[in-house]
C-alpha cells in the first residue's frame, strides 16, 4: 500500500483585464482579484508560497504559487 507523504501543486495564474471596462477600473480589478484569490486561500486555511508576483506591461498580473495539494501534508515543499 502507498501512502502521501507530501504533496504540493505548482500553479502560474495570469489575472487578465477584463476588455469591456477603462483601462485604470480593469487594473484595480484585476489587483483585487489577486487580493481576494490570496484571502481565500487564508480563509481555506491552505498553505501556499507565493514565488512571484508580476505586473505585466498591460496591466494583467502573473502569480506563480506553490501551494497544498487538497489536504495533504506539504513537507519541505514550502520552505
Known sequence: MKRIKAACICQTLHFQLKE???HAYAV???RQEVEQYKR???LNRTQYKIV???AQPDGSILLKVIKQ???SPVGQYLD
Do not use: A, C, I, R
Open 52 to 54: 512571484e508576483e508580476t
Open 28 to 30: 484595480s480589478l484585476v
Open 40 to 42: 481565500g486561500m487564508d
Open 69 to 71: 495539494y487538497n489536504s
Open 20 to 22: 469591456d471596462v477603462d
